[in-house]
């Protein structure tokens, strides 16, 4: 096999795992991404010359074909919260097979969502059901991952609600009993790495979550536990969640949209029978074991506990 991997969105959360990982084994990757910019000093992560980021946007057939040329492999990691969904996951995936397929690549591993559903009133979960229809149809050997709630030193979830913790006065609840399984950040890029390495798991979807489903309060109350912060929990009816939402999405980048309200609705867990991460020899963290390491900035006095006289 051609060692040269090609990561879209590999200057991402995820994305950066993945390319440690590659670089680990011998790989020269490609960074590939709409913003090649935002790729800026991750050339250090191997020797010289080993990762090189270069302009490639998802929605056009000349990046792609470019950046997966003499490709090995492939890794897809783009995915966005709001914004043009048909064209990046429902079209994006398909056109990264088909131009994967064409310049002779042997293994693709895909990056969706738990909650892909083509039938979903989310536009997001349609797009995600489209971007692995279309992706299965241009490339059948690719792999598909379905993560839940991404966590780690970094992420948007976790550190999002310790920092408000800190400043507000209350933590507002939305769909409290919706539940989500939280799965570590290095767990997936592992499940990439596994995937792109075992022959089974050519042309199968795996579902990916952590040891323990949680509901959206206890996450919630484990978050303020882990900060240190007493706020009260107040739950937000549907309707008003709806028009601060409506409001949000005129903000470039909202912190709440009508979409994923529809999504807060639905639980984000691993569906009974599916592959998961064991399937691919791992055995996910929990996170009571990682979280308050990096939760810990967010308490009173910062990152260390608040003792007295101190």
């Known amino acids: 096999m051609r060692k040269v991997a090609t990561v879209f969105g590999g200057a991402g959360f995820l994305g950066r795992q993945i390319v440690q990982r590659l670089v680990r084994e011998d790989w020269t990757v490609r960074v590939a991404m709409r913003d090649p910019v935002r790729a800026h000093g991750m050339h250090t992560m191997g020797r010289v010359g080993q990762v090189a980021a270069l302009a490639a946007d998802v929605t056009r057939d000349s990046g792609v074909a470019r950046a997966v040329e003499g490709a090995g492999v492939v890794v897809n990691c783009v995915g966005i919260?709001?914004?043009?969904?048909?064209?990046?996951?429902?079209?994006?995936?398909?056109?990264?097979?088909?131009?994967?397929?064409?310049?002779?690549?042997?293994?693709?591993?895909?990056?969706?969502?738990?909650?892909?559903?083509?039938?979903?009133?989310?536009?997001?979960?349609?797009?995600?059901?489209?971007?692995?229809?279309?992706?299965?149809?241009?490339?059948?050997?690719?792999?598909?991952?379905?993560?839940?709630?991404?966590?780690?030193?970094?992420?948007?979830?976790?550190?999002?609600?310790?920092?408000?913790?800190?400043?507000?006065?209350?933590?507002?609840?939305?769909?409290?009993?919706?539940?989500?399984?939280?799965?570590?950040?290095?767990?997936?890029?592992?499940?990439?790495?596994?995937?792109?390495?075992?022959?089974?798991?050519?042309?199968?979807?795996?579902?990916?979550?952590?040891?323990?489903?949680?509901?959206?309060?206890?996450?919630?109350?484990?978050?303020?536990?882990?900060?240190?912060?007493?706020?009260?929990?107040v739950n937000i009816p549907l309707g008003v969640a709806r028009l601060q939402a409506r409001l949000a999405e005129l903000l470039p980048n909202p912190p709440l949209t009508r979409d994923q309200l529809i999504l807060l609705q639905q639980d984000n867990v691993v569906s009974p029978?599916?592959?998961?991460?064991?399937?691919?020899?791992?055995t996910p963290a929990a996170v009571e074991g990682l979280v308050p390491a990096y939760l810990a900035r967010f308490r009173p006095g910062g990152n260390r506990r608040e003792r007295p006289g101190v």
């Open 273 to 282: 029978g599916a592959l998961t991460l064991r399937d691919l020899g791992i």
């Open 81 to 233: 919260l709001h914004g043009n969904f048909e064209a990046v996951q429902a079209e994006g995936p398909a056109r990264i097979g088909r131009l994967a397929a064409a310049a002779g690549v042997e293994r693709l591993v895909h990056i969706s969502a738990i909650g892909a559903d083509a039938t979903s009133e989310s536009r997001y979960a349609r797009s995600k059901a489209a971007g692995e229809e279309g992706l299965r149809a241009a490339f059948a050997n690719a792999t598909i991952l379905r993560p839940s709630i991404v966590f780690g030193t970094e992420d948007a979830f976790f550190n999002r609600f310790g920092q408000m913790a800190m400043v507000s006065p209350i933590m507002p609840v939305i769909c409290g009993e919706t539940r989500f399984q939280p799965v570590h950040v290095g767990d997936v890029a592992d499940a990439v790495m596994a995937a792109l390495a075992r022959p089974e798991a050519a042309g199968r979807t795996y579902e990916l979550g952590g040891p323990r489903a949680w509901t959206f309060r206890e996450l919630l109350a484990f978050i303020l536990k882990e900060t240190q912060r007493k706020r009260r929990l």
